[in-house]
């Protein structure tokens, strides 16, 4: 969580909305090198899922191909 009175960095990601000065709802995950690995922005109506999250997080340090609805502990893809 950050606050970003200013909008710098909202309006870095392409969030934020200039009419009202507020930013839209993003989750990014970005690597230690900066490379953003995952985003999805919604719609202000719609929440965000901290079990989506974690998920797409565990993937991604799973060393592997993730299939859909793939969950922590399950075998990766095979990439043959």
């Known amino acids: 969580m ?6 710098t ?12 000065g507020n930013a839209r709802r993003g989750l ?12 999805v922005v919604t719609d202000d109506d719609i929440g965000r ?10 993937a991604l340090q799973a060393g592997g191909l993730c299939g859909v609805n793939w969950e922590e502990g399950k075998p990766l893809v095979n990439k043959n």
């Open 2 to 7: 950050v606050a970003d009175r200013k909008g």
């Open 49 to 58: 899922s901290t079990h989506e999250t974690y998920r797409v997080l565990s």
């Open 28 to 39: 990014f995950i970005i690597d230690p090198d900066g490379i953003i690995k995952y985003m």
């Open 9 to 20: 960095i909202s309006r870095s990601y392409g969030v934020l909305n200039e009419e009202t």
